[in-house]
């Protein structure tokens, strides 16, 4: 039984998408969430800033005493993989556990990842899904705008700023009929609906906070350290009320958030 809490953070609300995986997994865990809004978005920064960042989002999680951590963020995920790996805290990161779910999807149809611009950029994901499913086309898209539009409340599947730029942004995508579309930011999760409602229901969503959810879970209990009774604590370097007002509407709860910097 080791009570210590979980730590995820992500650059504002998308690693909510992995806090609520891991609630449903693992309701007794006590849970650590940062969202670092003020430095939102992370996807338009430097593979060098991002590297920082992420010492700096796991040394504030530390902070709390935390026995793991869920990097719930794609960005940091392909351009700060090694500082994450390098962390003394157990880092679950949100791209290898779901290059790992693509990997299982069948047929000879293209692979197709979606994510910010720093991670398309990387080659992060390309590299890993070319490696882990050899002989299959990937196709990669940076979708940054919509970042912008889940930070500032597009995310309903029929809000029409929402509903115009999923249409837009994957319609490259679309034409080549991929079997299988790695949602690759965190934040992806929220318009989850409308990219099905767009794409159809035959290309399988892959959820990569939901990977990253699944693999702590599978990380705590390897290693004997499942246990907590529940308690959340959610801080964000930005505004506390902007932040509860939209982590409530995604959760369906009453969000209680505090401040909490990482960096300047
Ligand atoms: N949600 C993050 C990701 O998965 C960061 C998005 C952003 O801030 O640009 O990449």
């Known amino acids: 039984m080791d009570k210590r809490p979980i730590g995820i953070f992500d650059s504002g609300l998308g690693g909510l ?25 992370y996807g338009t920064r430097t593979p060098e ?9 796991l040394a504030f999680l530390a902070g709390f005493g935390v026995k793991a951590v869920i990097a719930a963020c794609g960005t940091m995920s392909t351009n700060a993989l090694d500082v994450l790996h390098g962390s003394e805290i157990p880092v679950i990161n949100v791209l290898e556990p ?16 979606i994510a910010t611009e720093a991670s398309i950029r990387s080659g992060g994901y390309t590299r890993a899904l ?15 705008e919509f970042v912008w539009l889940c930070e ?24 080549e009929k991929p079997s299988a579309l790695l949602l690759g930011c965190t934040h992806f999760g929220l318009i989850a609906e ?55 509407h995604f959760l369906h709860r009453p969000v209680k958030a505090h401040y909490g910097s990482a960096g300047e």
């Open 152 to 175: 500032n409340g597009h995310t309903a599947p029929d809000d029409p700023a929402v509903i115009e730029a999923v249409a837009r942004c994957l319609a490259p995508l679309k034409r």
């Open 98 to 113: 779901s290059v790992s779910a693509m990997a299982g999807s069948e047929g000879d149809a293209p692979l197709a990842v």
């Open 17 to 41: 998408t992995a806090l609520s995986a891991l609630r449903e997994l693992m309701p007794e865990e006590n849970i650590v969430y940062f969202a670092d809004t003020a430095r939102n978005p």
């Open 130 to 144: 070319e490696k882990a499913c050899p002989g299959r086309e990937v196709i990669a898209l940076a979708c940054q």
């Open 194 to 248: 409308a990219i099905r409602n767009e794409l159809g229901a035959r290309v399988e969503l892959v959820s990569a906070s939901e990977c990253a959810s699944r693999a702590c879970k599978t990380l705590l209990e390897a290693n004997g350290l499942t246990g907590g009774s529940g308690r959340e604590a959610l801080y964000t370097s930005g505004s506390l009320q902007d932040f509860e007002q939209k982590a409530e």
């Open 49 to 57: 800033q991002l590297r920082r960042m992420a010492k700096e989002n």
